[in-house]
Each structure stands twice: as C-alpha cells, then as structure tokens.
C-alpha cells in the first residue's frame, strides 16, 4: 500500500469516512493519522498480540513480528483471549454481508465456466478439474 509511513499515513486517512453506497458502513467521522506523525513514537503504547496470532502465523511473519516489536520498543505480549471465536464469527458475518449484497445481482443468473454450468434449475453441475 505504501512505501512509507507518511504514504501509509495518507492512504489510511484517504480511506477513512462514511460511504453512502455501502449498507454496513458506520463512519460518522474521521480520525486522521497524518497530522500525528510529527510526534513519532511518544504517547504511543506498543505491545505484540500473542496467543491465537502467534500461533497461527508463520515463521517469516513471526520474524518480521519480532523486528518491528523490537523496532517500536515493545516489549510486552498480550493475549486477546476470544481471537479464534471472533474469527470465526467475522468469516460468517462477511460471507451473509458478501450474499446478501450480491444476491439480487445473482439471482437467477447462470455461471459458465470452462468446467461448470449452474443456473437456479440445476445448480451446482460442476466438473472436476482435467489434467495439471
């Protein structure tokens, strides 16, 4: 997204607001990063989430975890203990707000593929994938 702090900065607040043509978006207003960045690290609580995200990242995002913790000058682990049931919960919620979104596009509509045809009368007449 960015090449930078300042970049990243910008995007962040670029993307913050309210969005009329989105059903679940409630921004009421907006909290700039950008004019924060002079006062760099100070006032700033910096701590390394353990537990379920430390257990389900990789090696290489471990490493990287540990460097800018390191860069930023944290030094405490925390636990956030509901991680894998809030997870689990936001896959669902994404995927009713993903169906409920596209469904009146959808509705009906048939799916061709080099593999699949669907329509409403015979949903789901699919293929296996051939060959590599």
């Known amino acids: 997204m960015a090449d930078s702090v300042e970049g990243l900065a910008l995007s962040y607040d670029a993307m913050q607001g309210p969005d009329a043509l989105d059903p679940g ?6 909290q700039p990063a950008t004019p924060a960045l002079p006062r760099g690290l100070d006032g700033l609580r910096v701590g390394v989430l353990g537990g379920y995200f430390h257990e389900h990242a990789t090696a290489p995002a471990r490493s990287v975890v540990a460097a800018a913790a390191q860069a930023l ?6 636990t956030w203990p509901d991680a894998a ?6 896959f669902i919620i994404t995927a009713a707000e993903g169906g409920s979104l596209h469904r009146p596009t959808c509705a009906g509509a048939s799916v061709t593929s080099s593999r699949c045809r669907s329509t409403a009368s015979s949903p789901g007449r699919c293929s296996p994938p051939t060959g590599t």
């Open 25 to 30: 978006c409630h921004a009421l207003r907006t």
């Open 73 to 78: 000058g944290a030094n405490e682990e925390v």
């Open 85 to 90: 049931p809030a997870r689990a919960a936001a």
